[in-house]
């Protein structure tokens, strides 16, 4: 007779295909398929792609007369920084456009880096950080051409770049850097230097100061959405009334911890955000410490 199982275990993991189903492209062996799936490139953020310009526009711009009332959810020193780009012409268009561009600035740099001397095509180098996985299942990494080890022996790091931090220096991603994937200590000054150089020189996205970021343009994708349902009548708890951008935000120069709507008052080159789960351990092992504005009262 089977003895009953003795052992009880529930898995700590996600769930790989919340992002569109995962292709399978062979098989291996018996117990070794081989799947498609995406990608997030680590400490970087491009502009998006995906939105309905003319829709999200008119969403967009309902949000102006509301922050200008003072009552909306938003801290006065992050609405004084993104009023002038909400009041821009089709800030939403302006982005998607914007994010047109950037895929095509990375389809160029594919081209140019993963051909090899002879016409032949190099495969990816791929390395994830502390969190391999996302929420949505797509793999966390850094990106770069493979190269052999004999090429390895004669390129320097800056030579054998990642894709991520070849966007960051052609200004068509902003940094992104996400507690507590943060790049290696070899690697970080890089991106820093990078980004700060690009938005120095007004490469990219940062040719227009009015383009709204990556980040901010989620995170007014999600207070336009509020709104939407403060008009329908809904009466959400307060908590959820600022939930609609949630990232402390650290400045790597000065180490000092900004409130989730005090990012700006961080240079973009500089900012290291954490999520309000890690950032007691982010303080610890980092030594931040809180910002004026931070504990500032009233």
Not at 7 to 35: C, E, H, M, R, Y
Request: glycine share 6%.
């Amino acid at each position: 007779m089977a003895g009953q199982l003795a052992i009880f275990w529930t898995p700590a993991g996600i769930t790989l295909d919340s992002l569109g189903t995962k292709q399978l492209v062979d098989v291996t062996d018996g117990d070794t398929p081989n799947i498609r799936m995406p990608i997030r490139m680590l400490s970087i953020d491009t502009p998006e792609t995906y939105p309905d310009g003319p829709r999200l526009d008119a969403a967009f711009a309902a949000l102006v007369p509301w922050i200008e009332s003072g009552t909306a959810p938003i801290d006065p020193v992050l609405a004084q920084a993104l009023l002038p780009k909400l009041r821009a012409p089709q800030p939403v268009s302006r982005h998607k456009a914007a994010g047109e561009r950037a895929k095509a600035a990375f389809l160029r740099l594919l081209e140019e880096r993963l051909v090899r001397p002879d016409g032949s095509r190099r495969a990816l180098f791929l390395r994830t950080a502390d969190t391999p996985f996302d929420k949505n299942g797509r793999l966390l990494a850094y990106v770069a051409p493979s190269y052999s080890r004999a090429e390895l022996e004669t390129l320097s790091r800056r030579e054998r770049a990642t894709f991520n931090l070849l966007l960051v220096e052609a200004g068509w991603a902003a940094p992104f850097v996400l507690y507590p994937s943060i790049p290696g200590e070899l690697d970080l000054p890089l991106l820093h230097a990078a980004a700060r150089g690009a938005i120095a020189e007004g490469r990219g996205i940062w040719a227009d100061p009015l383009l709204l970021l990556p980040y901010e343009f989620r995170a007014l994708e999600r207070l336009a959405q509020l709104r939407a349902r403060l008009e329908k009548g809904e009466k959400p708890p307060p908590a959820e009334l600022w939930s609609w951008t949630s990232r402390y935000c650290a400045d790597m120069t000065t180490r000092l911890l900004y409130r989730p709507q005090r990012y700006v008052e961080v240079a973009p080159e500089d900012r290291l955000f954490i999520w309000p789960e890690d950032v007691r351990e982010a303080v610890a092992r980092l030594g931040l410490s809180p910002a004026p504005s931070t504990v500032a009262i009233g």
